[in-house]
């Protein structure tokens, strides 16, 4: 009995190894990329994204092969940028979870299991799926009444996979939270759930049928869109059954040229309507890839495949709100204030480096004439703001930029004069106003501007008597903070510190190389010994420098 129990379990222990393996690497990885001196001369920015390249690929190459929900993990992973440098996501973002197919016979038993006497009502079953993903595979079928369906079948065995894999990531995010610098600023148990909840909820393709019957909702009135509808009585835990809606890869220009549909009027249609999802309703497609995109043969377009929708608070699309009007009038300072306020940007930290390099992204991508990519460049220089930083963007925000720059890259495939600033100007003007489009701009924002000086002005008394009790009683403390000049003092002590250790190293490199020449060679181990912790303190220093340059880097932008 323990013998057989002892079995069972090496299966276990041999895929924990295998995940252990592999984070164990990328944390190595990391580190060793972080290190000036692993860089043949000078550590350029061309070097470092060509080995950033190298490392994402091998990333995304393991995250396949570690299986199905280390592919949802990358995915998860790309709304990151807080945890992984920029080449690492954009890889990840282009992730797709392509794998080969499981048998007919298995689906033909799943949605006997699932479906029981209802699975009569299906017939023509196609037994070539219409494509395989990490988590099921889709194959076209009719109904009975001639309905014309698709069937979305879950991989056989994939829930206890999932919650093995589950239950590795908690113990990996425990060790990182444990380590001084890993866990510096991140909460890695709250992250592992959070990977385990959408994971889990992913797996119940219900969630999914609800998802696609709301955002079908939004467009019924649009013609421009079409969203399968679900059939309730063949949708299950594991089975979902949507209509079969044909069409042309959105991607495909020549397709589209051939059917004689105008790939400009479908980049627009796909642009106005991923901006009426975040302005209007707050429900959007978190993975509008390609794949997930096709082309009806009168032009409008298609959305498939709802298992990954964001949702947008109405705290956080007043927020975006404030952060548009800010944009708009290039208050950076203003802007830095709402990235604040939303949880962009944590509290109590030095924003002058942030606010200079928030102005310069409005001078360069806001500045006409627009360039083609501008949501791209934003979004980079996001992600290469937050990553390594006190800072971080919600999910619900990089998926939206994300999104964005999907539909961005799309619509320069199907039209290179495209322009989503141009397409988005009558979506974000209600955003701009308090109280809907119609409203006096001006005043809204004289009104707002009065209330906030009047509430500080009633304050001003209470605020001043406060101060004067508190240093009648001596506890007024008066506290400067430098900035800049705080930070570059700091950097100039490490560097004589390190200066001075680089001496001594080379004196004992001295005395060791003289001793060792003398009749008792012996005596040179005892320099060697002392050059030890000296060398450890020395290279500490360097990673502390290198810190400090980063953040210079950064300020100086």
């Known amino acids: 009995m323990l013998l057989a129990q002892r079995l069972a379990a090496l299966p276990r222990m041999m895929r924990a190894l ?7 690497t990328l944390l190595f990885l990391l580190w060793w990329d972080g290190q000036r001196w692993t860089y043949r001369g000078e550590a350029s920015p061309e070097q470092r994204s060509v080995r950033q390249s190298l490392r994402a690929r091998w990333l995304t190459r393991e995250l396949i092969r570690l299986g199905s929900a280390f592919i949802k993990l990358g995915q998860l992973l790309s709304a990151r940028p807080d945890i992984l440098p920029a080449g690492w996501v954009e890889e990840l973002t282009a992730l797709q979870d392509s794998v080969p197919a499981f048998g007919f016979d298995r689906v033909q038993t799943m949605l006997e299991e699932e479906l029981g006497q209802r699975c009569a009502e299906v017939i023509d079953l196609d037994p070539e799926p219409l494509g395989a993903a990490s988590l099921a595979q889709v194959h076209r079928a009719s109904l009975r009444s ?11 065995g994939l829930e206890a996979l999932f919650r093995l894999d589950l239950e590795v990531m908690q113990q990996v995010a425990a060790v990182l939270q444990r380590h001084p610098s890993w866990g510096r600023g991140r909460d890695w148990p709250a992250m592992a759930r959070e990977c385990r909840r959408v994971l889990l909820r992913e797996l119940d393709f219900r969630v999914e ?11 019924l009135d649009d013609e421009r869109v079409r969203v399968p509808g679900v059939v309730w009585e063949l949708s299950t835990r594991r089975v979902l059954c949507l209509d079969y809606l044909p069409g042309i890869k959105v991607n495909d220009r020549e397709a589209l040229v051939a059917a004689e549909i105008d790939p ?27 794949g997930n995109l096709a082309v009806a043969s009168d032009g409008a377009l298609i959305y498939y495949d709802f298992g990954m929708m964001g949702l947008l608070s109405d705290g956080l699309r007043r927020r975006l709100g404030s952060m548009v ?3 708009a009038a290039r208050d950076a300072a203003g802007l ?7 949880g962009v940007i944590t509290g109590g930290i030095d924003v002058g480096p942030v606010r200079r390099l928030v102005r310069m992204m409005l001078q360069e991508a806001l500045t006409p004439p627009f360039s083609s990519n501008v949501i791209d460049k934003l979004s980079g220089d996001l992600y290469d703001l937050v990553y390594g930083q006190p800072f971080r963007l919600p999910v619900e925000l990089i998926f939206v930029m994300r999104a964005l720059s999907t539909f961005e890259g799309v619509g320069r495939t199907l039209d290179p004069a495209f322009s989503l600033v141009a397409i988005a100007k009558p979506y974000l003007l209600p955003l701009m106003t308090s109280s809907g489009p119609g409203s006096n701009d001006l005043l809204n924002e004289l009104g707002r501007q009065v209330g906030a ?28 903070r430098l900035g800049e000049s705080d930070r570059q003092f700091r950097r100039m002590t490490l560097a004589q510190q390190s200066i001075g250790q680089s001496v001594l190293l080379g004196c004992l490199a001295l005395s060791a190389a ?35 340059q980063r953040l210079d880097q950064i300020s100086t932008k």
């Not at 295998?18 to 164990?24: F, P």
């Not at 000086?453 to 008066?478: C, F, N, V, W």
């Open 453 to 480: 000086i009047s509430t500080r002005a009633a304050a001003l008394p209470r605020r001043l008597d406060e101060s004067l009790e508190r240093l009648e009683q001596g506890d007024l403390q008066l506290q400067v």
């Open 325 to 327: 009007r800010a944009a």
């Open 514 to 548: 003289i001793l060792g020449a003398s009749a008792n060679p012996i005596w040179s181990l005892a320099p060697v010994a002392a050059a030890l912790p000296v060398s450890l303190g020395w290279f500490r220093m360097q990673v502390k420098l290198k810190r400090e």
């Open 336 to 342: 830095v204030e709402e990235m604040q306020a939303a």
């Open 146 to 156: 001639g309905r014309q369906v698709v069937l979305k079948v879950q991989r056989p």
């Open 264 to 290: 400009s009027a479908v980049a627009e249609i796909g642009a106005a309507s991923y901006l009426q999802q975040l302005v209007r309703y707050g429900f959007f497609h978190a993975d509008p890839h390609p």
């Open 209 to 219: 049928a609800q998802y696609a019957a709301r955002f079908r909702q939004q467009f």
């Open 18 to 24: 295998t995940i252990w393996r592999t984070v164990l």
